[in-house]
């Protein structure tokens, strides 16, 4: 009974941060959906978003693809791009 106990154990300890990992994961890429539902939703491609920023389709892939460290700047432009206003806020 005290192996069963110990694996439980070790089990549920993987398991929460397996729960942990999966949950930062999705913390950064979430700012990327987030920017590709807009475009969509705006009706534009990613070559007529780089249009809109004058920078290349790959340059929009990887903002929406590897958006973790965006800089505020870049992120700015591109929803102001979207003729949209960026709202930030701490909670």
Not at 62 to 78: F, Q, V
């Amino acid at each position: 009974m005290e192996d069963l106990e110990k694996y439980l154990k070790i089990r549920t300890i993987m398991l929460n941060d397996f729960s942990d990992k999966v949950v930062e994961e999705y913390e950064g890429v979430k700012i990327g959906i987030i920017l590709r539902e807009a475009r969509k939703d705006a009706g534009l491609t990613q070559e007529e978003m780089a249009k809109k920023l004058k920078t290349k389709k790959s340059a929009i892939s990887r903002i929406e693809n590897h958006a973790r460290d965006i800089r505020l700047s870049t992120l700015k432009a591109y929803v102001e791009a979207l003729g949209k206003k960026l709202q930030v806020e701490i909670s």
